[in-house]
């Protein structure tokens, strides 16, 4: 290699180099720097001004050759325009294109600078229009880039033909010395750029996706199947138009050889009817003619035989005696010119050099011309008309081509030359060598011939005892074939390519774009909404698709929605049982007036492990006792119900309370495979004396309120139940004055939380229980379970909400009914009733004292107005109403009698008892109804 | 809530993060039982967790037994305040080995 292909070859590499490091460039600036934030007009100006520079570099760098520039120029827009979006690539385009035209100015190349300006700016119009309709804006990859870079120079070279169709010998040369440098070369610059791209990219990328979907994967095989289709068509063209080479090379030498023949027959006839036209002017009558004219004439002419013919055809006279009295008739070639005898008929005749007819062996050209009784007729022979034709075939060569290059050659002799195309330099060794091929050769036969180290295709024929020979270089013939099969191949890549990109869209219009609506369908059913439907109907096989999928939707929608149900059914049945388990009426023990008992569950949405318990241990005794199991559902439904009757049993069977948590403990710790544990406190109130032992398991503290002060008992017990087999117990002890009031709860109320996800709190829990210092059981529960539900409202209810109160000192809501005769035993039974009745609820001495007065002075009343009345009877009625909200006690006194009125008396008589007035005063309600033959009279007290 | 496993031969940590509720708690559960038989060494760090239910309590003590039963330990580490109540409230404070 010498310095200056060195040079070149170094100058196309870096062409070839520079779009790929281009790339990087770019992909450093916009990733790496401040410039990745400019806009995307910005970005696409920079980069399409860039990729224009490197353009314009490929032109500049080419080679050029033949007044075309060889170059890498069409690779950037080509880049620009796939890689970074459409108006970059048309921008660069249009920089390297307008470029191109003027660099015509100063020598990168006139005569393709049309199509190169074309082509370039095509590069970038196409590959923007590539990326937007056929990548989506993806990056393809470097295989799809590299063919849309041979297609793009397919499509130069074949504008090269196009804009030069008047000299297609020269594009031709100039197509070929480029097509594989700049094929090679610019798609070399394309998928470098593109592998560059996607290096830089990340190598990750490719790992996390385990398939190519469909789109890649059509263009993959697509690229593949046009591949190979290109590759047959162009060997099938290849090999077809190859074997046409030789028969259309014959038919072009065998047209010239025809039409050479033509004229040189043409001369000879003409020179030899000249001859017999002169001869039949001499002897222009049969009967006139004379041997010695005859004999004269063939010597004066030069010519072979002269015969005078009479009108039967006989040859009364020749210049040679030995065809005198020969019928012309006895010969096929003699025979013709009878013809001419016939009256009317022509009044010449030349025929071709042939054999004779008398003698076959001799080849003669004769001449026959009409006169007077007959006919003369000349005959001629090969060596006397060459010397007569010899100028004629020169000039009939002398300027003749053969294809682009070939020529003719015409031999009198082996060793002698007439004629040949003007400046073939032919040297006398060359006359024998086309002497010695053309006697080997066949007449009109297609053969292949060395001359001057060139390769000839060559035919010769003979004529006029002339051998004419025509030969055509081999390039020549195969150049025709090549230029056909060049356009052939480059309007194939053109098809294909065009076919490549129709089919991808139809493909994508057809089958991808449903894929993805029946994915994005199916994806909304998979998060759960069985409620969507697939309605892709843009084809039969889609709406089938479609129509299948809903099926099955809806068939795992109502078989979900039946298990649902079941499910759903057995929950609310567990459920049922769970609530069922726990005590739920109130007062529970309603004989026992020394305390109030609430309690209360609201389950959350799913079953849960919450409980409370409370029973009688024995008659002055009562346990009562929250839970909390861990989890939720069936589990810790099952293993709240175990845990309830474990601790039911053992409290019950009269151990001491830590002593009954501890065997509760042990029991629950067997078996308890799936180590569910529940929370406990238990405690032990003796109502009698107040006295309250009580057992923290783990559970929240819970509140007692005691002087009107709320606390937090946090004495602990021990773990929680069923972890622990051997887990011991402690029990605290506390007594209680009547009021004092304490409240067990999970943690569904301290654990609530806000649709901001704030918990509720103990603190909020404290600060709650504050403001109600006085507030009976059942009310205090509710109070805690509204406040915590409007805190928690807009959440979904997570957890059971459970509580417990007691209050000590509080009688449960009551009523009570005696009869006492109508007398002054009576009154007297009917107070002692009254107060150990009353002295439970904590009603106080002074409102005692009053509720006495009235009683005593209304009874009195009653009985005396009752004894007075015909229906008097011996018994006086009393009900009582304690209610705890508000709390009041409530009380009615029926008697028999006439009418009457006891609260009006005071009007009618003026004598109502001061002391009953007063006291009626401090009621605060009293009223009198007549009912049937009773007078009622009732009276509220509230405090 | 967030659950990420570090195991090093016989050595475990499980970080977690977040809320430890009746609902998370079995994501906890399948992480413990992601970890190896050969780890005996376990570490559950509770630094971020802000909120620990009963349900989640039992996962520790499930990991606790689990630990116990093939003669290993498990340390509770850098719990938050929050969490420390509940084991207090609990009692679970003086089973567990507490690393703060």
């Known amino acids: 290699m010498d310095q200056r292909t060195v040079l070149i070859l170094l100058q196309f590499a870096v062409a070839t180099l520079l779009p790929a490091l281009t790339c990087a460039l770019v992909w450093h600036l916009n990733k790496k720097t401040r410039l990745g934030e400019m806009g995307f007009w910005p970005k696409q100006i920079g980069c399409g001004i860039l990729f224009g520079l490197v353009a314009i570099f490929g032109t500049e760098a080419g080679i050029v050759t033949e007044d075309a520039t060889m170059n890498v120029r069409d690779a950037a827009p080509i880049v620009a325009g796939l890689y970074f979006g459409g108006p970059a690539g048309i921008l660069a385009g249009l920089i390297g294109g307008v470029e191109r035209w003027f660099a015509a100015l100063w020598g990168r190349g006139m005569f393709t600078r049309l199509a190169c300006s074309v082509a370039t700016i095509l590069a970038g119009i196409y590959a923007a229009l590539l990326r937007r309709q056929l990548f989506r804006d993806r990056k393809p990859s470097w295989p799809l880039a590299m063919a849309v870079g041979v297609v793009i120079e397919v499509l130069h070279l074949l504008l090269v033909f196009l804009t030069n169709l008047d000299d297609g010998a020269r594009a031709y040369i100039v197509v070929r010395a480029c097509t594989y440098p700049m094929i090679f070369c610019n798609a070399i610059a394309v998928a470098l750029s593109g592998a560059m791209l996607a290096w830089l990219g990340g190598f990750g990328r490719r790992a996390d996706r385990e398939a190519p979907d469909i789109s890649q994967k059509v263009q993959v095989g697509m690229l593949s199947t046009v591949v190979v289709g290109f590759a047959m068509t162009l060997m099938i063209v290849s090999v077809l138009q190859s074997s046409r080479v030789e028969s259309r090379s014959a038919a072009n030498l065998s047209l010239v050889l025809q039409e050479t023949e033509d004229d040189i027959q043409d001369a000879s006839d003409a020179n030899l009817l000249e001859l017999a036209t002169e001869v039949a002017q001499e002897i222009h009558s049969v009967g006139e003619a004379r041997q010695e004219v005859v004999d004269e004439l063939v010597e004066e002419l030069d010519i072979t035989e002269l015969h005078v013919i009479d009108d039967r055809g006989v040859i009364v006279m020749s210049s040679d005696d030995a065809f005198v009295g020969y019928n012309m008739a006895l010969g096929e070639q003699s025979s013709a010119f009878l013809s001419l005898l016939e009256p009317g008929g022509p009044t010449y005749l030349v025929q071709k050099y042939q054999p004779m007819a008398l003698n076959s062996a001799v080849w003669r050209k004769y001449a026959g011309v009409v006169i007077d009784g007959g006919m003369v007729q000349v005959g001629y022979d090969a060596e006397h008309f060459v010397g007569n034709l010899t100028d004629e075939v020169r000039l009939a060569v002398a300027n003749r081509h053969v294809g682009n290059d070939g020529f003719l050659v015409v031999l009198a002799r082996r060793d002698l030359l007439i004629g040949v195309r003007k400046g073939i330099r032919v040297e006398y060794s060359d006359v024998l060598h086309f002497s010695d091929a053309t006697s080997t050769a066949e007449r009109g036969e297609l053969f292949e011939l060395k001359y001057h180290g060139v390769d000839y295709y060559a035919m010769y024929n003979t004529t006029e005892s002339l051998r004419v020979l025509a030969l055509m270089p081999v390039s020549d013939a195969l150049m025709e074939r090549d230029v056909s099969i060049l356009i052939t191949s480059f309007m194939e890549i053109l098809i294909f390519a065009a076919l490549f990109v129709a089919i991808y869209v139809l493909i994508e219009r057809v089958v991808v774009r449903s894929i993805w609506r029946v994915n994005g369908r199916l994806g909304e059913i998979t998060d759960g909404d069985l409620n969507v439907e697939v309605d892709v109907r843009d084809s039969a096989e889609f709406a089938v698709l479609s129509d299948d999928i809903n099926t099955t939707v809806l068939a795992l929608r109502n078989a979900i929605a039946a298990e649902s149900a079941r499910i759903e059914s057995d929950l609310a049945t567990a459920k049922a049982i769970q609530e069922s388990a726990l005590p739920r009426t109130f007062p529970p023990f309603p004989d026992i007036k020394s305390f109030d008992i609430y309690a209360s569950m609201s389950a959350a949405r799913e079953v849960g492990g919450d409980f409370y318990d409370f029973f009688l241990v024995d008659k002055h005794t009562v346990c009562f006792l929250i839970a909390d199991v861990s989890g939720k559902g069936i589990p810790a439904s099952l293993f709240m119900m175990a845990a309830k009757s474990e601790l039911a049993n053992y409290i019950k069977s009269g151990m001491r309370l830590e002593e009954a948590v501890q065997s509760a403990n042990w029991s629950l710790c067997q078996g308890n495979d799936a180590g569910m544990f529940v929370t406990v406190w238990a405690g032990i109130l003796n109502h009698y004396t107040g006295e309250l032992t009580y057992v923290n398991a783990g559970h929240n503290p819970p509140l007692l309120r005691h002087n009107g002060q709320w606390e937090w008992l946090k004495d602990r017990g021990g773990l929680f139940l069923g972890t622990f087999e051997m887990a011991r117990y402690k029990s605290f002890t506390r007594t209680l004055a009547p009021g004092d009031e304490i409240l067990l709860y999970t943690d569904g109320v301290n654990e609530a939380f806000s649709a901001q996800d704030e918990e509720y709190g103990n603190d909020r829990l404290e600060s709650l229980l504050a403001q109600h210092v006085d507030l009976h059981p059942k009310l205090l529960v509710d109070v805690v379970r509204a406040d915590v539900r409007s805190w928690a409202k807009g959440a979904e209810q997570s957890d059971d909400i459970t509580m417990l109160c007691l209050e000590y000192g509080r009688q449960p809501e009551a009523s009570g009914t005696f009869r006492v005769p109508a007398d002054s035993s009576g009154r007297e039974e009917l107070v002692y009733k009254l107060h150990f009745e009353f002295s439970h609820l904590r009603c106080p001495a002074h409102v005692q004292a009053k509720i006495d007065v009235v009683t005593k002075a209304l009874f009195s009343t009653l009985c005396a107005h009752g004894r007075a009345g015909a229906s008097g009877q011996g018994e006086i009625e009393f009900n009582y109403q304690y209610d705890n909200e508000p709390r009041s006690l409530t009380m009615c006194l029926t008697a028999g009698g006439d009418a009457f009125d006891p609260l009006a008396y005071e009007q009618d008589e003026g004598q109502l008892d001061q002391t009953l007035s007063n006291a009626l005063a401090y009621m605060d309600d009293a009223a009198y109804v007549r009912d049937g033959d009773d007078n009622v009279v009732a009276f509220r007290k509230l405090w | ?100």
């Open chain 2, 1 to 100: 809530m967030q659950i990420k496993v570090n195991a090093d031969g016989s050595k475990a940590t499980i970080f977690v993060e977040g809320k430890l509720t009746v609902q998370t708690a079995p994501d906890l559960s399948s992480a413990l039982e992601g970890i190896g038989q050969e780890v005996d060494d376990l570490t559950i760090d509770l630094a971020e967790v802000e909120y620990i239910a009963s349900a989640g309590l039992r996962v520790l003590v499930t990991a606790d037994k689990m630990m116990a039963g093939r003669g290993g330990s498990l340390r509770l580490a850098g719990p938050t305040d929050e969490v420390v109540d509940v084991l207090e409230m609990t009692g679970l404070l003086d089973v567990f080995e507490i690393v703060r």
